[in-house]
C-alpha cells in the first residue's frame, strides 16, 4: 500500500490472529455468536449472497457483518428515520454490504442513503491518546482503499445510486456534510480520534431507536477509551454496549 511502511512481523501476528488462535481464546458469551455463524454457514439466505459479494472488500468478520446486515433490517422494519451512515470504509465491502441490504427490502427507491466517510488514503497516524500507540502506530497508512475502485466497486455490485462517499479526514469533512438524521451508524475509525471526533458530531443525528456498531471497540483501545469516554458523559451505561464478536460492540439508542 503507498505511504505505509511495512507492519513489523509480531505486530502484525499479534493484531491479526491465526483461525485456531482465535478459537482458544472464545469465551462463553462467544458460543451464541459461533453457533450463530455455523448456522448461517449451514443455511442460504439473503445474507449469504450478499456477504459472499462484498467479502473481497471488507475486513469485517461474518459475526460483525451480519450485525450490520440484521441492524439494517430492524431499523427498515421499525420505520426508524434517517440514512446509513458509515465513518471508515477502507475499501467499500461494509459499505456496500449496508446498500445491498437497503436494496432488497421493501421501501421507496432512493428513501435512504448509504454515506460512507473516510480519507481514502489508509489510516492517518494516531495521537498519544491511544493507550496502545506504540502498537498503533505501525498501522498509519494501512487499510487504504482507492476512492475510484471503491465506486466501481458499488457500481458494479449495483449500488452507486444508494451510495456516496465523502473523502477526508472525519474531523474536517464531517462539520461540512450533514448527514441528517441517522438510522444506523457504523463507526469504524480504529482510533481514539477518529473514533470521539464521529461521535461528537453524529451521535444526536441517530434517530430514538437507531442503532450505533462500533468494529473495534474489543481491537483498539483508543476506539474503546473514546466510546466509555463518551457515553459515560452522555449517561449512557456501559451494560446497554451489546456483545457483538471480541471487536464488535452494539447498541440500540
Not at 507492519?7 to 481464546?25: G, Q
Not at 468494529?215 to 457515553?231: N, P, Q, T
Amino acid at each position: 500500500m503507498s505511504g505505509a511502511e511495512p507492519i513489523p512481523k509480531d505486530i502484525k501476528a499479534y493484531v491479526v490472529y491465526p483461525w485456531w488462535k482465535r478459537m482458544l481464546r472464545l469465551r462463553a458469551r462467544d458460543l451464541p455468536r459461533v453457533v450463530r455463524k455455523l448456522r448461517g454457514l449451514a443455511v442460504h439466505d439473503d445474507f449469504t449472497d450478499i456477504y459472499r459479494a462484498v467479502r473481497p472488500f471488507t475486513m469485517l468478520n461474518h459475526s460483525r457483518a451480519r450485525a450490520l446486515y440484521d441492524g439494517v433490517r430492524q431499523v427498515v422494519a421499525a420505520g426508524v428515520p434517517g440514512n446509513l451512515v458509515e465513518c471508515g470504509s477502507a475499501r467499500g465491502g461494509s459499505a456496500a454490504l449496508l446498500a445491498l441490504t437497503l436494496k432488497g427490502l421493501a421501501e421507496p427507491p432512493q428513501s435512504r442513503t448509504v454515506i460512507a466517510f473516510d480519507s481514502f488514503a489508509g489510516l492517518p497516524a494516531p495521537s498519544l491518546e491511544n493507550p496502545d500507540y506504540e502498537l498503533a502506530r505501525h498501522w498509519t497508512g494501512h487499510c487504504r482503499g482507492d476512492l475510484d475502485a471503491v465506486r466501481a466497486m458499488l457500481a458494479e455490485l449495483g449500488v452507486a445510486d444508494l451510495t456516496e462517499c465523502v473523502k477526508g479526514l472525519f474531523q474536517e469533512t464531517l462539520p461540512q456534510r450533514k448527514p441528517g438524521p441517522i438510522a444506523m451508524l457504523h463507526l469504524d475509525g480504529d482510533w481514539y480520534e477518529s473514533t470521539r471526533v464521529c461521535l461528537e458530531h453524529l451521535w444526536d443525528c441517530v434517530s430514538a431507536g437507531g442503532i450505533v456498531q462500533i468494529d473495534d471497540y474489543g481491537a483498539w483501545a483508543g476506539a474503546r477509551k473514546a466510546v466509555d469516554e463518551f457515553l459515560a458523559a452522555k449517561g449512557v451505561p456501559l451494560t446497554r454496549l451489546g456483545y457483538v464478536d471480541p471487536s464488535g460492540r452494539q447498541l440500540s439508542k
